[in-house]
């Protein structure tokens, strides 16, 4: 499969502990963006890689959040201090180069935060 | 960013043609546009992206007027598997895409 992969699928978690996600974009992609998504709403854009640089972050991203993608390759999200609130489903997202290409998602990671 | 609006739902039969009309009056001179599927518990598809007039693929057809302040999304024969939420996007190259709350579309026997 050379699409978008996240994991862990499903993560269930309680309040207080620290989790993290992993996404693998398509290689050559050198962008990257992670999304959180609701019931009922579009996905929200939480940050923006391109290679190794996280060059956008949403203000949703609070200081419990953090993102990397060392060496351009795969990133990681990690939520710290987890709130019940967090509870969302994380998507990953990988674009290759170029103005007007398209973006790949991933199959998304559903957190449960009890 | 330019907003998108698009209504919230939308109702078909089997076979019809749907079109689902997006609004962005503030697109920059530099934006496009793109159409995304989401079907419940999967990650968004892309189905067609388009600068200005018309773009037809496989799936669907996108039609941009020559002021570029709307879009329409036009899903032929639609069948029951195409019952998802269409969302319209607009954006560069160097942006974030920005999803909004999209069209939910459910299509019926």
């Known amino acids: 499969d050379t699409g978008v992969s996240q994991n862990p699928r499903h993560k269930i978690t309680k309040r207080g502990q620290n989790v993290t996600f992993r996404c693998d974009p398509i290689s050559e992609h050198n962008r990257l963006y992670w999304y959180r998504q609701t019931l009922g709403q579009g996905p929200e854009f939480l940050t923006y890689f391109q290679n190794e640089a996280q060059l956008e972050k949403s203000r949703l991203l609070s200081d419990r959040f953090s993102a990397e993608r060392p060496k351009g390759s795969f990133s990681t999200l990690e939520i710290q201090r987890t709130e019940q609130g967090d509870s969302a489903m994380y998507l990953c997202?990988?674009?290759?180069?170029?103005?007007?290409?398209?973006?790949?998602f991933g199959q998304g990671t559903r957190l449960t935060v009890v | 960013l330019a907003k998108t609006t698009q209504p919230i739902s939308m109702d078909s039969y089997e076979g019809q043609e749907v079109n689902i009309t997006c609004s962005h009056n503030?697109?920059?001179?530099?934006?496009?546009i793109t159409w995304y599927q989401q079907f419940p518990s999967q990650g968004p598809r892309f189905i067609i992206q388009?600068?200005?007039t018309k773009v037809t693929n496989e799936v669907a057809s996108l039609f941009i007027p020559a002021d570029r302040k709307s879009s329409t999304l036009s899903l032929p024969r639609v069948s029951l598997s195409d019952t998802a939420v269409y969302y319209c996007?607009?954006?560069?190259?160097?942006?974030?895409?920005?999803f909004g709350k999209g069209t939910s579309l459910l299509v019926t026997p």
């Open positions: 503030n697109i920059a001179t530099n934006d496009y």
């Open positions: 388009g600068y200005k």
């Open positions: 996007l607009v954006s560069n190259s160097g942006y974030a895409l920005n």
């Open positions: 997202a990988s674009r290759p180069g170029g103005s007007f290409s398209e973006a790949f």
